[in-house]
């Protein structure tokens, strides 16, 4: 008889806001941003997905390559921290990099919404 090997399943990444990442935060992340600033191996990404667009965050992003100024992405990664003067920021290691311009994100935010109430309402 053989043995199966069991390869772990990785945690699903979960939609959030960039002001709500901090470098506790276990597991993958996903978030809808545009790119303010761009260099090889890394970008500055401001958040789409806040719906309060005043206080919406940005977050420094290690990619592969070169992210492209004013583009919209989705981003899959992990959250790390680096120590800028004694304090630790959130960073985030992207996995997934898939460009979305032309994603209406006010209805996917909605389509999202409705995927929550029917989960909900499945589960009783």
């Known amino acids: 008889m053989t043995e199966e090997k069991k390869i772990p399943r990785k945690k699903a ?3 959030t806001t960039i002001r709500n990442i901090s470098p506790s935060i276990d597991g993958p992340v996903r978030v809808l941003g545009i790119v303010v600033d761009s260099s090889l191996g890394a970008a500055l990404v401001q ?3 806040d719906s309060e667009v005043d206080k919406a965050g940005s977050i420094w992003v290690s990619v592969e390559g070169t992210l492209e100024l004013k583009k919209k ?3 899959i990664g992990d959250v790390t921290t680096k120590t ?4 630790k920021e959130a960073r985030l290691n992207a996995t ?3 460009p979305i311009d032309t994603l209406n ?3 996917y935010k909605e389509i999202l919404e409705m ?3 029917v989960l909900k309402t499945m589960s009783g």
């Open 13 to 15: 990444s979960k939609l």
């Open 47 to 49: 958040d789409l997905y």
């Open 73 to 75: 992405y989705l981003i």
């Open 84 to 87: 800028v003067k004694k304090k």
């Open 96 to 98: 997934i990099v898939h």
């Open 105 to 107: 994100i006010e209805q």
């Open 115 to 117: 995927e929550d109430k």
